[in-house]
Antibody, heavy 120, light 111 residues
Framework: EVQLVESGGGLVQPGGSLRLSCATS????????MNWVRQAPGKGLEWVSY????????YYADSVKGRFTISRDNAKNSLYLQMNSLRAEDTAVYYC?????????????WGQGTLVTVSS | QSVLTQPPSVSAAPGQTVTISCSGS????????VSWYQQLPGTAPKLLIY???KRPSGIPDRFSGSKSGTSATLGITGLQTGDEADYYC????????????FGGGTKLTVL
């Protein structure tokens, strides 16, 4: 069974940093591209970032470019999101989502999400 | 403001059929495949339709998808109370900024 479990969310002050993790199991992690998708309270989904299976190519939404960094450790079956210079508008539930192996940016499995709150 | 446009809400009675539209442009829906996601209250999104009209295993054939030009449509027949959820369309945008894009979501109410 495919499982994605996010952790690392919490309350952080504006300008602060946070690192999210996504532990995976039930599939061969190193073969799949991965994403982070977020959802602000009461709002819709927003794609945040993507990383290739080997970790060499990374893409970001304009709203987080230069502040967030996606990475992965294929030996640990884990995905990460380093978030710096956090703003109030970054407050959201952050989901780890697996990319379909054939269809780019089609999210076939999602984690349960971790809440990030940016507030003073 | 979402890149893809969906109606904020739709409603219908149990047993009825409903459609949800998703409108985009040539740089996203017009040139790329569309997926649909169902988000039940308090849960993570779940893939419902991929590659415009295909259903993952376990998704009943009451759910269908189609695409024409720069628009896509999700159809649900034989509505059940358990179908009450938010539905999102998604694709990717091949413009300069690129990346994944979603619709703003449609709240389905089964009366």
């Amino acid at each position: 069974e495919v499982q994605l479990v996010e952790s690392g969310g919490g309350l952080v002050q504006p300008g602060g940093s946070l690192r999210l993790s996504c532990a995976t199991s039930g599939f061969t992690f190193r073969n799949y591209e991965m994403n982070w998708v977020r959802q602000a309270p009461g709002k819709g989904l927003e794609w945040v970032s993507y990383i290739t299976s080997d970790g060499y190519a990374k893409y970001y939404a304009d709203s987080v470019k230069g502040r967030f960094t996606i990475s992965r450790d294929n030996a640990k079956n884990s995905l990460y999101l380093q978030m710096n210079s956090l703003r109030a508008e970054d407050t959201a539930v952050y989901y780890c989502a697996r990319d379909d192996i054939q269809l780019w940016l089609t999210f076939d499995y999602w984690g349960q999400g971790t809440l990030v709150t940016v507030s003073s | 403001q979402s890149v893809l446009t969906q109606p904020p809400s739709v409603s219908a009675a149990p047993g009825q059929t409903v459609t949800i539209s998703c409108s985009g442009s040539r740089s996203n829906i017009g040139n790329n495949y569309v997926s649909w996601y169902q988000q039940l209250p308090g849960t993570a999104p779940k893939l419902l339709i991929y590659d415009n009209d295909k259903r993952p295993s376990g998704i009943p054939d009451r759910f269908s998808g189609s695409k024409s030009g720069t628009s896509a449509t999700l159809g649900i027949t034989g509505l059940q109370t358990g179908d009450e959820a938010d539905y999102y369309c998604g694709t990717w945008d091949s413009s300069l900024s690129g990346g994944g894009v979603f619709g703003g979501g449609t709240k389905l109410t089964v009366l």
